[in-house]
């Protein structure tokens, strides 16, 4: 009985052990994602402190919030451009794209009209399939 809890102590040890360099070798062979949430981190942290040391007041339309919603949405946008236009980094980055896009029109909904935001919605739809058509094609 005691050597079968023994086994299994080990086999768990072994998972782990293969779960963490999963993860390791994962950071290593795509550090855009790494840079990417690290600078959404920097980001939010800055937009936060502009808030509390009082940089914003003179920007009556303006919170920190919308500072981090359109600064993620553009990073985003950002790393989803760089994985289409880098092979090396490439992957499916159509959620990315939605994501950003929705996290951008919230960050802007407060400064500009819906109507225009959807237009550039659109706008931005329509040429992330334009540009995946050609590279998927060329």
Known sequence: ??????????EEKQHEKEA???WDEKWRRDPLSAIIWATILIWAGFALLLENLGFLVRFET????????VGVGLLL?????LRVLIP???RPVTGTVIFGIILLSIGLGSLVNWGVIWAVVLIILGVSL???GFITRG
């Open 1 to 10: 009985m005691s050597e079968r809890v023994h086994d299994e102590k080990e």
């Open 20 to 22: 963490e360099k999963n």
């Open 62 to 69: 303006v919170s920190a919030w919308d500072l981090i919603f």
């Open 77 to 81: 946008l950002g790393e989803a451009l």
């Open 88 to 90: 090396a980094y490439r």
């Open 130 to 132: 334009l540009l995946r």
